[in-house]
Every structure is written in structure tokens, then in C-alpha cells.
């Protein structure tokens, strides 16, 4: 099935009580049970409810996978997946990485005896020269965020395999219609719903896919005992909003090539990070293992600096200057201080995110009016 037959159909039946073509809210904390212990699948809410699943099972099949799980946000997907670790267990994760992450892992659970390590990832003999006996897992991001790096994701679960390692690939910046890391050789695959999967910047919600049987009892383990799952309100947004995927990121796509190229040619503009240029650092390896180059596109200043970045960010009419992505609505943000604000300074400029660079979430508008906005903006500079 094609992946926008699977977008439109996977995981949804019609109600079996009333025909209902769409899957209704089940907006219910607990089920009546037959006898005691004896129920229809279905007995406390957090762990289970039947608009959940049926996401669960829709998205899971986007990504090609057995299993799916929903949780409250991506971090509550993070967090269950930290918890199959102990303490005493090392983790390399890429050294550009979303700054809600990198809080988590250092400022949360480095104190329960968990060590992460930020590496370059991009090198994978370098990358094996930081793998220890204590290293139990892999974290990659492909493209990263912000700096949209790419990552051979093939190669990097390869040398997890050979270490016997788990291997864990933040697909949110990709979505499954550009790529699926499970097929590439991950063992969970993590989304930030909130963003392109749920695409309308109206639910908060993240999710983990995994083939292995073993994982998924692990995982839902977790979900269930720690509680950060979904209601089945924001289940029902996101079940609406995968129809449309296929088709929201096809012009995501269109609109970032149309965008990267035109910045690229700005006067005001030093560099701009789009894995769709040939000469962007692993171009060859983005064009393998994805299908499109996406609409997430960063760019820093020729002035740099906060001031430059904050006049251009003020100035734009159509990109809202907000958190996020992955909505139809195109975003500007200013990753040094918003969503890498966790991060030293330091460390943000070794990986490349300087005063002036600038995030962009390209939406569907009409890539004319987008460019338009953009150029008048820049003229601020």
C-alpha cells in the first residue's frame, strides 16, 4: 500500500456500533468489565483507549513498523525510552541536538547515575572510538535540529548492531514520508507529534515505533506504570491530521526548496543549512535515505549577532516568530534563545548555532507571498 492510501486508511474502521466512518472520542476514564478481570482489552484508560490505538496503529504503519505508542508530549516519548536504561549506562548522542533533549538528559537524568556524551556523528570510525563497555545506546537526529545535519543512519544502527547497542532516531525534522529509520536499522523510531505529524500547531503529543516485540512490551510497560499518554481528544486531532500528511509535506517541500534557494542568494545572508544543496555536508547520504529535502531550513546573518537576528525575526508578517514547527503556518525562530536556550553558549557556537542564526519552518501558504515576507524582512537587517 502507498503511503498515501496508508495516510488516508491505516488504523481506521469504521465504528463497529454506529458506522461511524471516522473513529470516535472515546472520552471515558474507565470501561465496565464483564466479571472481575475480565474485560474486552480495555479496562483503565491510561493504558488503553480506542481512539489512541487506533492512532497508535496509523501511525506505526507510516513508519513501517509492528508497534506504536503515544505519549502526553515528545519528551514523554524521550523519557520512557531513558527508562530502559540503568544506572551506570552511557549514552552517545549527536552533538546537534534539540535543546528539550539535551536539558533532559543533563539536567534530569545525568542524576540518576545515566552519562551522555555529545559527539560528531558524522564520522562513524570517530563515532566507535566513544563507544565503551557502559554504552548502551545510540541517539541520532537526522536532519538535526537546528543546524540540519545529516546523519548516515544505515551506517549508525550497523555499528549499534555490532556493539549491541540499542539505536534510537529522532524522526521528527523527516516525518515517515521522507524517511523510515526502522527500515534503515533502528530499533525505536520517536516522533514529536506536535509537529508535521499532528500539523496543525493544535495538539502536544509525541510517539515511539519499534518492530521488536520485546521493546513495545518494555515501552507500553512504561507508558502504563508512569502515565504520560494522551487523551483521546488530541488522539482524534492527530488521526485527522495523518490524512493529510502525504499532502502537507509534499508542499512543505516545495515551499523549503523555493525558500533555501532564494536566501541563498540574499545579499544579507552568510549561510544557509538546507540538506536539498549539493554541497551541504552528507548531501549524498540525505539523497539515499530520503525521499525530499523537507521545509525546515536555518540561516545565520552576515551581521552576526542577537541584534541582526531579532530585527529580522520581528519583522516578518506571514512567519509567526514562535516555538515549534511542522505546522501548515509558516514559523521563525531564533534557536539561541528559544529552543536552544538550555544550552551553553559554548557549546551552541562549536555546533554552529551563532547570535544571527535563524530557524524556519516553512508552512503550504503560497511560496510567492512567503519569499516576499521573508526579502522585506531581511532589508531590516
Not at 534539540?98 to 563515532?127: C, E, N, P, W
Request: proline share 4%.
Amino acid at each position: 500500500m502507498k503511503f498515501g492510501t496508508k495516510a488516508v486508511h491505516e488504523g481506521i474502521t469504521p465504528d463497529p456500533t454506529t458506522g461511524a466512518i471516522m473513529t470516535p472520542i472515546y472520552q471515558t476514564s474507565t470501561y465496565v468489565q464483564e466479571a472481575p478481570g475480565q474485560h474486552k482489552g480495555y479496562a483503565y484508560a491510561r493504558g488503553k483507549n480506542p481512539t489512541r490505538v487506533a492512532l497508535e496503529r496509523g501511525i506505526a504503519s507510516l513508519e513501517n513498523a509492528r508497534h506504536g505508542l503515544c505519549f502526553s508530549s515528545g519528551m514523554g516519548a524521550a523519557d520512557a525510552v531513558i527508562k530502559l536504561l540503568r544506572p551506570g549506562d552511557e549514552v552517545l548522542a549527536t552533538d546537534d541536538l534539540y535543546g528539550g533533549s539535551y536539558r533532559m538528559f543533563t539536567k534530569v537524568f545525568a542524576h540518576f547515575g545515566i552519562t551522555f556524551h555529545f559527539v560528531d556523528m558524522h564520522d562513524l570510525q570517530a563515532l566507535e572510538k566513544h563507544i565503551t563497555p557502559a554504552t548502551r545506546m545510540l541517539w541520532l537526529e537526522s536532519p538535526t535540529n537546528p543546524m540540519m545535519k545529516i546523519l548516515d543512519i544505515a551506517g549508525c544502527t550497523a555499528l549499534a548492531r555490532k556493539h549491541k547497542l540499542l539505536c534510537v532516531v529522532d524522526n521528527t525534522f523527516a516525518t515517515p514520508y521522507l524517511q523510515n529509520p526502522l527500515d534503515l536499522g533502528a530499533d525505536i523510531v520517536l516522533h514529536s507529534v506536535t509537529k508535521y505529524l499532528g500539523g496543525h500547531s493544535d495538539v502536544i503529543m509525541g510517539a515511539l515505533m519499534t518492530n521488536s516485540d520485546e521493546l513495545h512490551e518494555k515501552l507500553a510497560f512504561i507508558a502504563n506504570s508512569c502515565g504520560a499518554v494522551p487523551g483521546p481528544m488530541d488522539s482524534f486531532l492527530v488521526l485527522r491530521g495523518l490524512k493529510t500528511l502525504h499532502l502537507r509535506m509534499q508542499r512543505h517541500c516545495e515551499n523549503g526548496k523555493a525558500i533555501a534557494h532564494m536566501l541563498r542568494k540574499h545579499p544579507k545572508v552568510a549561510k544557509v543549512y538546507w540538506p536539498g544543496f549539493e554541497d551541504h555536508d552528507n548531501h549524498a547520504v540525505a539523497k539515499k535515505q530520503m525521499r525530499d529535502f523537507g521545509g525546515m531550513i536555518s540561516f545565520a546573518l552576515r551581521e552576526d549577532s542577537f541584534e541582526a537576528a531579532t530585527r529580522v525575526a520581528k519583522a516578518t508578517h506571514l512567519f509567526y516568530l514562535a516555538e515549534s514547527l511542522g505546522g501548515v503556518e509558516s514559523l521563525i525562530g531564533h534557536p539561541a534563545s528559544m529552543t536552544h536556550a538550555s544550552i551553553p553558549r559554548e557549546e551552541r557556537i562549536k555546533t554552529g548555532i551563532t547570535d544571527s542564526l535563524l530557524r524556519l519552518s516553512v508552512g503550504v501558504e503560497d511560496v510567492e507571498d512567503l519569499i516576499e515576507d521573508l526579502t522585506q524582512a531581511l532589508d531590516k537587517a
